[in-house]
């Protein structure tokens, strides 16, 4: 049917509209193209830009350098060095084993090693680094290097290692660090990303511990551009973190030295305390082990040897260990009588060699007795009837709050590992922790530090400095931090009776000067360096035996304390050594040699020791300096190598 001219222009009409409005919605679309293209290439260039960049820019972090820390006179103990370690990325190796395969035959790899970064790669994130091998040579590191195209993910490092110089001297002190494991991390609830970076090393005993927020440091920052299959092409720029603190110890690395020396071979320790502002000039436990090794990563074997060592070369026994006392602890209980007024200087107590109490006999070590004794003599003779009887008049409730005011039964404040509060026991201590009454037995052991009383040796070198200064002195091992010089700890004075610790003074003075004192062979021999002290003997077990007849596990320990020069203290001295024996026959000699070297800040002159003891006294000096020149050597090569 043929259409009319008005259906036609009808229908071109119709044709005309909508092709208006379909080039109206094309040219709507090309618009809001045109327009968000121009936001894209204009408004959001630096957005899209940084996102491309992202694309061939890593960021690495730089670990921060370890503060290092040093002795009194600037000496160093711990420090960083260089080591030259690889390390992989999975993300950027592909295949793994491949990577190995290539790498191994450049560079001598542990398939130990190799094989615990294989399972540490696969375990972690794909974008962190895992070392492959530590401390490898230059030569190594150059191999690698000239490789690199043949290696993707792999990248040879600079890194920084904790090493220690005088290796054993300060084991227990500062301690050591080591790689940062899953337990370490587990300690924070959100650790920092450093903490991440291969074989990063943090603190893991002792002061390294103590103070690991302030000598870590904060991480920098490295952008470096890679390629497509993740091989760093160049560094771009480089932020550089923050230097951990360095920290000076109030210790004195020459007297430490000789200490170690002059314990040898025994399982010993020794402290030295500056009793004018609480220094703690040496602490040293006997024997000691090797940080570096644990630095490095030590062996099974090696560590077997440490751990089944039955003198026990891993514990700091100054703080950490807590021993009887024995009879330096009279100096506490005479102290207690003297404050509660049941006992005067000159009153007297005969001593027949034991005493009855209820139905037991308490022995006094010399069993002849030592007939009537006052308070002086009761310490330079060392009787322990005397005290058996200050102590049923005294009571143990006064016995423990003395040894409390004198720095016993409370942890020092010393940042080491482990450090003991020792034990004072009274009688709510033990209904509270044995679930019994206290007994008068319990008393009189405690008078002679028997029983349960247990003090650690810088709570006995803090009690004897007490006594000499009648200072509440507190020891202080950390001098400064990141230049900041610590407060002092010479303390306020005691609550005690001055007139009371002159007469504890004047009877350690006659232990040590009068030839009935237990510790006359050990005095010094220079009229402005005289030495005041008190023997100990502790016993293992419950019966007096014959040291030779028992193994030496089982053998009594011997302990001194001490401080010199009497009229004017400067030092105070504590040695404890274990399963020694007498103290006046094995501590005390050790204890004056200490006191001579710290007083002379080397080593003394001959005359400085009775007549009787030079030449014995020449020939130890003469094998201490032997030793302790092979032991520097050996230190020097051990840190070559």
Known sequence: MRRTPRDTAESSRKITRRGLMLGAAQVAFAGTL?????????????????????????????????????????????????????????EDAGDIDDVIRRLSVLVELDPAEVKRAIEEMRT?????????????????????????????????????????????????VVGYVGPVSERDLARYEDPEPVLRIPRFQIGKVGIEAKFEEQLRGKAGAKRVEVNAVGRV?????????????????????????YIKARLGEE????????????????????????????????????????????????ASKTVQDAYPPGSTFKLVTALAGLE???????????????????????????????????????????????????????????????????GLGTAPDVPMSAVTDG???????????????????????????????????????????????????????????????????????????????????????????SRRGTAYRSRIALDHMLMAGKTGTSQVLNRVVNSKEVPWEHRDHALFVNFAPYDAPRIAVSVVVEHGGGGSSTAAPIARDITLQALFGGTPPLDAYPSSDRGRIEAQQQEIERIRRERAAAAAAGSRA
């Open 423 to 513: 034990l004072i026991p009274d009688k709510d201590w033990k209904r509270r922790e044995r679930g019994a009454e206290w007994r008068i037995g319990d008393t009189v052991n405690a008078s002679i530090g028997q029983g349960y009383v247990l003090t650690s040796p810088l709570q006995q070198a803090v009690m004897v400095a007490r006594v000499a200064t009648g200072r509440a002195i507190e020891p202080r091992l950390v001098r400064s931090v990141g230049g900041v010089e610590t407060p002092s700890r010479g303390g306020g004075t005691l609550d005690i009776d001055p007139t009371h610790l002159k007469y504890i003074r004047k009877g350690m003075f006659s232990v040590m000067n």
């Open 267 to 314: 399982s010993a320790s020794a402290v030295v305390i500056d009793v004018e502002n609480g220094d703690v000039l040496a602490i040293a436990s006997a024997p000691s082990y090797d940080p570096n090794k644990f630095v490095r990563g030590i062996s099974v074997a090696d560590y077997n040897v440490l751990r089944e060592n039955n003198h026990r070369p891993l």
């Open 233 to 257: 092409m160049r560094e771009l720029d480089r932020r550089e973190g923050a230097t951990g603190a360095d920290m000076q110890l109030t210790v004195d690395s020459d007297l430490q030295d």
């Open 340 to 406: 509660a007024g049941v006992i005067g200087p000159d009153d007297t107590v005969y001593c027949p060699g034991h005493m009855e109490i209820g139905s037991r006999r308490f022995h006094c070590w010399k069993r002849s007795g030592h007939g009537r004794v006052n308070l002086e003599n009761s310490l330079r003779d060392s009787c322990d009837v005397f005290y058996y009887d200050l102590a049923l008049k005294v009571g143990i409730e006064k016995i423990a709050d003395m040894g409390r005011r004198l």
């Open 124 to 172: 972690s994130p794909p974008f962190l680094q895992v070392t492959v091998a530590d401390r490898v040579s230059w030569e190594s590191i150059s191999r690698v290097a000239v490789n690199a195209p043949a290696l993707p993910g792999v990248t040879p490092e600079v890194g920084l290692s904790r090493v220690y110089p005088q290796h054993e001297n300060f084991a227990h």
């Open 34 to 90: 045109a327009m968000r293209m121009r936001y894209m290439q204009v408004e959001q260039a630096d957005e899209f830009r940084l996102l491309a960049e992202e694309n061939r820019i890593n960021i690495h972090l730089i670990p921060p350098s370890r503060g290092r820390i040093f002795d009194r006179n600037g000496r160093v103990i711990a420090e960083n060095e260089n080591t030259y370690r690889i390390t992989m990325r999975r």
